[in-house]
């Protein structure tokens, strides 16, 4: 496609409960990000692919975030036994090639709530 | 640490009047610094980067920032603010791949 795709928009989810959030990267782009974007702040990295190869996960909050991107393709972000805290705009991004100087590209989001 | 700081959380302006968004960056090498904005409930869009090439880098809607290094800082300016400018903006530097984000500062156009 042309731009990011990620999927659902929004999605609400009663705590306690798994969700998994898509995003579907520029064709073509090796490069992954996921970004958490708390309500009224700039978005604070989660974790980075280049191909399949998740290359660096420190931003992962607990042992409850999983990212995966099986086919260096799409890319599915999983929080397990959600909490109220985990209630932010996911973000994901792409780009062409990793590399500091490289442009990443933003979806939409999906705007997450946990009642 | 690569870090940057924005300057106002809130700057508001008339329209046709200059836009100055500041953001100060804090490294000890040259870094990669880039602009995006983002509308309600939409992602960032790149308004511009800064890769050592050239100090002044024009980028999209009339946006353009200057790369200053001994006052480390990359602030954004546009001549002539529109309607269509209010959004927030956020100043971000690349750090090993990862971007790192200022706090943001959310533009307000007076008509």
């Known amino acids: 496609g042309a731009g990011v795709s990620q999927s659902p928009r929004y999605k609400v989810a009663k705590r306690g409960q798994d969700v998994a959030l898509r995003c579907d990267p520029i064709?073509?782009?090796?490069?992954l990000f996921w970004y958490q974007q708390a309500l009224g702040q700039g978005p604070e990295f989660l974790t980075y692919?280049?191909?399949?190869?998740?290359?660096?996960k420190s931003g992962l909050p607990s042992d409850r975030f999983f990212a995966e991107r099986p086919e260096g393709s799409v890319s599915t972000l999983k929080i397990q036994r959600t909490q109220q805290e985990d209630s932010a705009v996911y973000l994901c991004?792409?780009?062409?090639?990793?590399?500091?100087?490289?442009?990443?590209?933003f979806g939409d989001g999906t705007r997450l709530s946990i009642l | 640490a690569q870090s940057v700081t924005q300057l106002g959380s809130h700057v508001s302006v008339s329209e046709g009047a200059l836009v100055l968004l500041r953001c100060n960056y804090s490294?000890?090498?040259?870094?990669?610094l880039f602009w995006y904005v983002q509308y309600p409930n939409q992602g960032l869009q790149l308004l511009l980067k800064?890769?050592?090439?050239?100090?002044l880098v024009k980028g999209i809607n009339g946006f353009e920032a200057e790369f200053k290094k001994s006052e480390t800082s990359f602030h954004l300016t546009k001549p002539s603010a529109h309607m269509s400018d209010a959004a927030e903006y956020f100043c971000a530097v690349n750090r090993g791949s990862r971007l790192t984000f200022g706090e943001g500062t959310q533009l307000t156009v007076n008509p």
């Open positions: 064709s073509g782009h090796v490069s």
């Open positions: 692919f280049q191909n399949e190869a998740q290359l660096d």
């Open positions: 991004a792409s780009s062409r090639q990793g590399g500091s100087n490289q442009p990443q590209h």
């Open positions: 800064y890769t050592s090439a050239a100090t």
């Open positions: 490294s000890s090498v040259p870094p990669y």
